[in-house]
């Protein structure tokens, strides 16, 4: 499993709109695979845009070595700010900032491949502008259709975004309804952690609480392709579990994430 994932990351599809969920503070597998996600795409000639916080721009930086000198690097915060109308993210100025700086680095790389990180919707979760984070990846989205492309002078074809959010998959927010917006607007969750430690975690709170029928349930959750829409992002195997933990035992699902960080923390690595 771990493997299809390392491809979606180095190998993303065009028009590809991947996201990771990571927890505050613990955002190593983040850096990691953005690291992986850019450099491959550097190394086969494409183009590149980072809209981060410093930290993430220094973090990325140097996962990425020499080439990252190739990026073009934007500061979230203030990009941000250039973007917003009345408390919403508007599609001229986005077009003005974020389109016009894409066609740029398409335009002077004869038209070839571009890859894009980005922490702008991340800002207004954490602030609690859900509705206005959900739009913004909306006009990512219209930018990232071929359309957009096929009436400017660039070539018309699409490049793939990577976003990033500080929601922790253990955490009180991790609700479907919350996450609706996030799973409706991206084609693929890149998983929180590689190891499998998430998904082993859960199953363990969840045979503690639940004994047999959290066992049954749990092997049901991970055969299917959807987490309960059609129109979401596929969803690693952890991710998915936790999801279906929260719709469908809410009473127990308190008890069972505790349960589960406990897990989580002694099956990390020494």
Known sequence: MFLAWEK???QPHSDGHLVQLYKEGE?????RNVGRFLSEGLRKGDAALVVANARHRDAFAKEIGPEARSIRFFDSA??????????QPDWDRFKEVIGRTVEELRESNDGGGL???????????KSRQHAAAIRLEQLWNRL?????FSMSRSPAAG???????SIDPLGGDFQPAALDGILST???????????????????????????????????????????RSAWAVIPSGESIALWVRKH??????EIFHRARKHYRELAPV
């Open 8 to 10: 979606i990351v180095e």
């Open 27 to 31: 955002d190593a597998e983040l850096v």
């Open 78 to 87: 203030e990009t941000l700010g250039r973007l917003m109308v009345r408390g």
């Open 115 to 125: 890859l894009a990180y980005g922490d702008l919707v991340n800002i207004l979760w």
């Open 144 to 148: 990232l259709s071929r359309s957009f």
């Open 159 to 165: 490049f793939s975004l990577y976003c990033g959010y």
């Open 186 to 228: 991206h084609t693929h969750m890149i998983p929180s952690e590689s190891e499998g430690r998430l998904e082993t975690a859960i199953r363990r709170a969840l045979d503690e609480v639940l004994g047999e029928a959290g066992r049954i349930g749990a092997r049901f959750e991970t055969t299917k392709s959807a987490n309960g």
């Open 249 to 254: 035992f809410p009473e127990q699902s308190e």
